[in-house]
């Protein structure tokens, strides 16, 4: 698997809820964090980390898209 597949099936595991409009700020910072994990873990592993923290994850989702839509700014955030 390459980063691209990896970014994909990563992407379409954490927008299930089709809260990230591609394009909106939500959207490019959880791509940043997939990117950045990809790149130290590699793309097996990142997968395999989503998946183990899905849910936790999807949460920390919605809070990033309320916190998007009431401020605007862009915070930094990890895997």
Not at 35 to 44: A, F, K, M, V
């Amino acid at each position: 698997m390459n980063k691209f597949q990896a970014m994909a099936q990563i992407m379409i595991l954490l927008n299930q809820d089709q809260l990230l409009k591609p394009g909106s700020q939500a959207y490019k910072t959880v791509r940043k964090m997939v990117s950045d994990t990809i790149d130290r873990l590699g793309p097996e592993a990142a997968l395999a980390q989503v998946m183990d923290k899905k849910t936790h994850l999807l949460e920390e989702i919605k809070i990033l898209c309320m916190w998007h839509k009431s401020t605007g700014k862009r915070p930094s955030v990890k895997l």
